[in-house]
């Protein structure tokens, strides 16, 4: 049996574990089921499962999936992640429809969300994504220069700063695992210190989820261990 109902109490369980390893209140931790690639079905069969949170890389599609679902299922109140790099000329349908975007890099992203945020919705929520393990091709911010831009974002009255994100590089040594996770715990607390209200360290996927608990994760962003394997099919 691997229906989506099963998958997602299997991660459910797992989280739960991994909270009591550390100590920390599982309630804290939140599952954010990431849904890119597939029909609106599924994300239909989650949600009546009890899932609320989804997570779409891709602005089209995403805003495509969220429109289906809300007039086939209007009674399903769903939570919608924005978690794929964001291209400035994207930003309006974003603000339009989700109520997070996870990966803010540079603050011109978070002006213009706060731009075309819609009047009477309230202020989107972002996170920072952090260029923690360094590699000169993936977005993010460098670490060092977070506070900078935590300051920055922090002036735009439709947005609000919920916290940090990352995608560390893939590594399969599970001690190795847990070095980006815990400086990322490091950046978050400096944040807390210097007085921003910020709640969310949004790191963790389905092969690295249980060391990001251990290391502080508050949204766990799973796809695969719940949906299956994606398939691009040459996108
Ligand atoms: C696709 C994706 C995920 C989910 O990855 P899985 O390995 O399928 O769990 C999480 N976060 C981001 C930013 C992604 O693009």
């Known amino acids: 049996m691997s229906s989506i109902t099963d998958s997602l109490k299997c991660i459910k369980q797992q989280i739960v574990q991994a909270a009591a390893q550390c100590d920390r209140n599982p309630d804290k931790v939140r599952l954010l089921a990431v849904s890119k690639t597939k029909p609106a079905a599924s994300v239909i069969e989650a949600a009546d499962a009890g899932q609320r949170a989804f997570g779409e890389n891709y602005e ?4 495509e999936k969220i429109r289906i679902i809300r007039s086939l299922r209007p009674d399903l109140k769903l939570e919608w992640h924005f978690i794929g790099p964001v291209q400035s000329n994207k930003t309006r349908p974003i603000a339009e429809n989700f109520d997070w975007v996870h990966a803010v890099d540079r603050e011109r992203i978070a002006k213009r969300l706060s731009d075309q945020r819609p009047e009477g919705m309230q202020p989107i929520n972002i996170c ?10 993936k977005s993010g911010v460098a670490p060092e220069d977070v506070l900078a831009l935590a300051r920055a974002v922090s002036a735009y009255p439709n947005v609000k700063l919920r916290g940090l994100m990352a995608i560390p ?4 040594d599970p001690v190795k695992q847990h070095e980006p996770f815990k400086a990322m715990k490091a950046l978050f607390n400096q944040l807390q210190e210097n007085g921003f209200d910020v709640d969310t360290l949004s790191m963790g996927m389905s092969a690295d989820m249980v060391p990001a ?9 799973i796809g695969t261990a719940i949906f ?8």
Do not use: M
């Open 169 to 172: 590089e893939p590594e399969t």
């Open 60 to 63: 089209q599609e995403g805003v």
């Open 213 to 221: 608990i251990q290391e502080g994760a508050t949204i766990v962003r």
């Open 128 to 137: 920072l994504q952090v260029n923690i393990s360094g590699e000169v091709s």
């Open 228 to 235: 299956g394997a994606r398939d691009y099919g040459g996108k």
